[in-house]
């Protein structure tokens, strides 16, 4: 589990620095952090409430976004196939042709 957040953590201050087209990563990972702690304690007023998201509210959430996730793949790349079949050919037939 560690080294998963640990992982996010440094992909996220990485993609921030490259938005904003900075030199460095890494006079962002201290402020980076203060920030997350600050956003994470203040999301939940005490353990109850978190136990009732996670036995409540997370189940559901989590089939949403991880079903709607592989759904709208999954139509992507049927969208992509269709838009593309007979195209492999034609481009066959042009380097055959040279």
Do not use: C
Not at 10 to 38: C, W
Not at 50 to 71: D, E, K, Q
Not at 76 to 82: E, L, P, T, W
């Amino acid at each position: 589990m560690g080294l998963k957040v640990a992982t996010f953590y440094y992909v996220s201050v990485l993609t921030f620095t490259q938005t904003f087209n900075l030199k460095d990563y890494r006079s962002l990972v201290l402020p980076y952090a203060i920030i997350l702690v600050v956003l994470s304690m203040v999301g939940w007023m005490g353990t109850n409430e978190v136990t009732l998201y996670m036995s409540r509210y997370f189940p559901l959430f989590a089939i949403i976004v991880v079903g709607g996730t592989t759904l709208l793949l999954y139509l992507a790349n049927m969208a992509r196939r269709q838009g593309s079949s007979g195209g492999g050919k034609k481009n066959e037939d042009k380097v055959n042709q040279n």
